[in-house]
């Protein structure tokens, strides 16, 4: 058995040093914040669903509703309109997503006083919030004459 000599690596100077040194701490960088706009408020979004339930009812004339309806969506709602009159509707929950910037989905319950039924809808801001898409979703057997 042969005994090793005492080794230690060689010393290199500052350089180690420098090599083992932690760096100072950095300056925080300069976050600039955006507000976020969360889109339409509860309050808008049920203010905007009650309208278009008055004109469903017959309570409101459909022409009223051409500010906040593309204008597929407002032909679909003057069909819609002639046999719904005389129901009523009230909105029980109300679930808004944001999904880009301009957009909002929202999917909605409604009682129209025989049953309750789902309600999806799509809003895109053109300067002020528009239903781009309107659907009541009903069960086929919900949807056969009684």
């Known amino acids: 058995m042969h005994v090793l000599a005492e080794y230690e690596p060689p010393y290199l100077g500052e350089a180690e040093e420098f090599?083992?040194?932690?760096?100072?701490?950095?300056?925080?960088?300069?976050?600039?914040?955006?507000?976020?706009?969360?889109?339409?408020?509860?309050?808008t979004l049920a203010r905007l669903f009650g309208l278009v339930f008055e004109a469903m009812e017959g309570r409101r004339p459909v022409a009223q509703l051409s500010a906040i309806m593309s204008p597929q969506v407002h032909a679909a709602m003057t069909t819609r309109t002639r046999a719904t009159a005389g129901h009523r509707f009230r909105l029980l929950r109300l679930h808004p997503c944001r999904?880009?910037?301009?957009?909002?989905e929202v999917s909605a319950t409604v009682d129209t006083g025989r049953r309750v039924v789902a309600v999806a809808a799509r809003l895109e801001r053109d300067g002020d919030w528009r239903f781009t898409c309107l659907r009541f979703l009903t069960t086929k057997a919900q949807a056969r004459p009684t």
Request: proline fraction near 23%.
């Open 19 to 43: 090599r083992w040194r932690i760096p100072p701490p950095r300056p925080p960088a300069v976050v600039r914040v955006v507000p976020f706009d969360a889109g339409p408020s509860r309050a």
């Open 99 to 104: 999904v880009a910037a301009d957009a909002v």
